[in-house]
């Protein structure tokens, strides 16, 4: 059985497609000719496993990931993604620009100011996919 028939992988899919829609199958998509075995970890463990099991909603999920990507300070293309998935579940944009904020205290000023150009970019392009439908 090939391994995109799995359960797991299934799961993992489906909650991919959930969070991120278009913009994650984009991410594992690219990884396609280099890595496909780690494309579908990607789709497995984080999104199979992890974003699947019960005590978080989608939305503090993805305020947490927000965080981390943020104070990590390296990650500009998953923290673009990550944030376009939490206005995807419902975060709002005050709510996303306050995450960020609170990152100044504990990841410095630079990762939280990188952060808030990432949002800027990612409601730009929110807005103008918004205005073309």
Not at 30 to 45: G, W
Not at 83 to 112: D, S
């Amino acid at each position: 059985m090939s391994p995109e028939t799995q359960p797991r992988y299934l799961q993992g899919l489906a909650k991919l497609r959930e969070i991120d829609g278009h913009a994650g199958e984009n991410v594992v998509a690219s990884l396609a000719d280099i890595a496909p075995d780690f494309a579908r970890y990607l789709i497995e463990f984080p999104f199979g496993d992890i974003y699947s099991r019960p005590g978080l909603d989608l939305r503090s999920r993805e305020i947490a990931v927000i965080a981390a990507l943020t104070a990590l300070g390296n990650a500009a293309p998953q923290l673009k993604v990550h944030l376009q998935a939490a206005l995807n579940v419902g975060v709002t944009r005050e709510e996303i620009v306050e995450v960020l904020m609170q990152m100044a205290v504990y990841a410095g000023f630079p990762a939280a100011l990188n952060g808030l150009t990432a949002a800027r970019e990612v409601f730009a392009a929110d807005d103008a996919q918004s205005m073309a439908a």
